[in-house]
């Protein structure tokens, strides 16, 4: 139940705000924010051990973002099945998606953030789409930007009412809280009331409305919140901090800004 929370407003220094929160099993390794790919050394962002890709990738050159979260609808035949993982690193590369073809993907939702515009292509495994963000506070889920799945196959209803639940606390909460605009200093200081709701708003992992959760699935795995990266794009630049520990305050580092 990945979570992308963001703010556009191109009257501000500071156009773009996105937090970007990744749920994923816990055994599944990861590195943290580095330029972990040679014939894309511009790039930064976590590299997932298992498939090479990323879930966010910064591009503090162009300056741009972009991050991929799980979509709903039909997956991509299993025998010819690619990693969504490159997605984030081409979006941030180019700005676009170039020739891609999706057909070898299971669904997504891709967000790529610039300082003057922001987009969101959404893959439901029969029809690709592309969506210009107008000024506001945005939350992208699972199922989008809102709670309804756009592919043909329904999310179970458990996890409907989670998104749900948890779009109806943070978005409010996104409205009210004073809009930072990051600088410099430690990521307490830039990021001001942001900081509260990228470490969960005080919610325990297992209440419905949860940013940050953890729960034992049926296979006895446990699948978790396990990074927040929070990312400020400005006409100057970018500011890049990362929390490997959701909702300890003191995990938090700037890998860039």
């Known amino acids: 139940m990945c979570t992308c929370l963001l703010s556009?407003?191109?009257?501000?220094?500071?156009?773009?705000?996105?937090v970007g929160v990744r749920d994923e099993y816990a055994?599944?390794?990861?590195?943290?924010?580095?330029?972990?790919?040679?014939?894309?050394p511009e790039l930064f962002g976590g590299r997932d051990r298992q498939a090479g890709g990323t879930w966010l990738a910064v591009n503090p050159s162009?300056?741009?973002?972009?991050?991929?979260?799980?979509?709903?609808?039909?997956?991509?035949?299993?025998d010819a099945r690619l990693s969504r993982g490159d997605l984030p690193l081409r979006a941030a590369e180019t700005g676009g998606l170039g020739d891609l073809d999706p057909s070898r993907l299971d669904p997504f939702h891709l967000v790529c953030a610039?300082?003057?515009?922001?987009?969101?292509?959404?893959w439901t495994g029969l029809?690709?789409?592309?969506?210009?963000?107008?000024?506001?506070?945005?939350?992208?889920?699972?199922?989008?930007?809102?709670?309804?799945?756009?592919?043909?196959?329904?999310?179970?209803?458990?996890?409907?009412?989670g998104?749900?639940?948890?779009?109806?606390h943070f978005r409010p909460r996104l409205l009210t809280a004073a809009r930072p605009e990051p600088k410099d200093g430690a990521t307490a200081d830039a990021w001001g009331d942001w900081l509260?709701?990228?470490?969960?708003?005080?919610?325990?992992?297992?209440?419905?409305?949860?940013?940050?959760?953890?729960?034992?699935?049926?296979?006895?795995?446990?699948?978790?919140?396990t990074s927040v990266s929070l990312v400020a794009l400005s006409a100057d630049g970018l500011r890049y901090d990362f929390s490997g520990r959701p909702g300890d305050p003191s995990a938090w580092t700037a890998v860039l800004g």
């Open 8 to 18: 556009f407003d191109p009257s501000s220094a500071v156009p773009v705000l996105l």
């Open 27 to 40: 055994d599944r390794a990861w590195d943290p924010p580095a330029a972990h790919w040679p014939d894309r």
């Open 62 to 78: 162009a300056p741009r973002a972009a991050c991929v979260l799980n979509g709903c609808g039909v997956d991509a035949p299993q």
């Open 114 to 122: 610039e300082p003057d515009r922001v987009r969101v292509w959404t």
């Open 127 to 161: 029809e690709l789409t592309e969506r210009s963000l107008e000024p506001g506070v945005h939350m992208v889920v699972n199922t989008g930007l809102d709670a309804t799945c756009p592919g043909p196959t329904a999310i179970p209803q458990s996890a409907l009412d």
């Open 163 to 168: 998104i749900r639940a948890r779009m109806g």
């Open 196 to 225: 509260p709701l990228a470490e969960g708003d005080g919610l325990e992992q297992t209440d419905p409305r949860a940013l940050l959760h953890r729960h034992l699935t049926d296979a006895g795995r446990v699948f978790a919140t």
